[in-house]
């Protein structure tokens, strides 16, 4: 699940990176150049509209896409994603549209204290909110900037170090877990 | 003896970039996450930071090693090592 939501913010990547250098292309274009699946760079495209990360214009018979700019808030929740776990949580809560705990523990493979960190920070952070769904709590994405920001961002050397850093020290427990 | 000066230099230039980027790495980790754990294993590699700043009069002025005795530094070695400890067994 993780890896395919991984692949599908990939290619949206890939077509956000392509327009933003080529801006104003039509849909026939951008598929003859990035050789993608018709249905697949529809699709894709749909999605970042709906979550105003392009927009479309009509230019007489063609429908032409465009990149839309980040704004401050756009860079604060970007700058707060920098962390590949962090955005793994992120990804997996907005495939599934709410993610309990204990998923998003299964799908990681983290140890709990290390997740709840994790998720700590992300509502601290407003990039997702917890819900009382029933008996059961569920994390939800905040708003739209988000999947914008997983698309956006680019890691950089010091986010991979970072990363690794956080992956030794975070990760790594030599206590069994308290039940 | 020029020689032994210079690869003593050599030495403690380079422990201190290795300390100062171990360092520099896990601040930023604690500065991202801003949780005691982390605090307290970029504290533990604070003091090895120290340590190795510590070493660098020595070069200098021949009376510091004097002032300082070798236990100073083993202490803040050891104290370093407590605050690793503390914050990787820290849940």
Known sequence: MLKEAILENNRRREIFIFLKANPGLHLRELQRRLKMPLTSLEYHLDYMVRKKIIYRERDGRFTRFYVMLLDEEDKKVISALRQKRLREIVLIALGKEGAKFQELQGILGLPSSTLFYYIKYLTDHDIIIRMQVGAETVYNIRNDRVAKALIVYKPSFLDNLVDKALYTFMETHFRKPKE | ?91
């Not at chain 2, 970039?17 to 601040?27: C, E, I, K, P, S």
């Not at chain 2, 070493?55 to 070798?70: A, F, G, K, Q, V």
């Open chain 2, 1 to 91: 003896m020029a020689m032994e000066i210079m690869i003593d230099m050599i030495i403690r230039a380079g422990l201190i970039v290795a300390t100062a980027f171990l360092f520099g790495v896990v601040f930023l980790a604690y500065l991202r996450m801003k949780n005691r754990k982390m605090l307290f294993i970029s504290l533990g590699f604070a003091a090895f930071l120290v340590n190795a700043l510590l070493h660098i009069p020595e070069l200098i002025n021949e009376n510091y090693t004097r002032m300082l005795p070798e236990n100073v530094f083993l202490f803040i070695d050891l104290v370093g090592l407590i605050l690793i400890v503390i914050g990787i067994l820290k849940d």
